[in-house]
Nanobody, 121 residues
Framework: QVQLVESGGGLVQPGGSLRLSCAAS?????MGWYRQAAGKEREFVAAIRRTGRNIYVADYSDSVKGRFTISKDDARNTVYLQMNSLKPEDTAIYYC??????????????WGQGTQVTVSS
């Protein structure tokens, strides 16, 4: 059983930045972030997995591409989501996810408890 603990959420003004972190209790192959805004379904944000020594592959939703960056520290079993140029529509609960499969989108087995991100002036 893998446990995930997120941190780094909060309130930020439009155009600002936040960095989310997610620590896993054990090593996992693929880790990602999803988000769920009030009244909406959970949606994919970004995911990453290692393909070789210090080589990673990542994928992003179109809505965050160019603004968000996902990274992974395998030594610490931790994934990060650097969020820049935040918009009010980025407001949501952000969930960390992990699995042992290779697909970046979907099929995640483990989920964190979520961390609130609010973008508002």
């Amino acid at each position: 059983q893998v446990q995930l603990v997120e941190s780094g959420g909060g309130l930020v003004q439009p155009g600002g930045s936040l960095r989310l972190s997610c620590a896993a209790s054990g090593g996992t192959f693929t880790m990602g972030w999803y988000r769920q805004a009030a009244g909406k379904e959970r949606e994919f944000v970004a995911a990453i997995r290692r393909t070789g020594r210090n080589i990673y592959v990542a994928d992003y939703s179109d809505s965050v591409k160019g603004r968000f960056t996902i990274s992974k520290d395998d030594a610490r079993n931790t994934v990060y989501l650097q969020m820049n140029s935040l918009k009010p529509e980025d407001t949501a609960i952000y969930y960390c996810a992990a699995k042992f499969g290779m697909d970046l989108v979907g099929g995640y087995d483990y989920w964190g408890q979520g961390t609130q991100v609010t973008v508002s002036s």
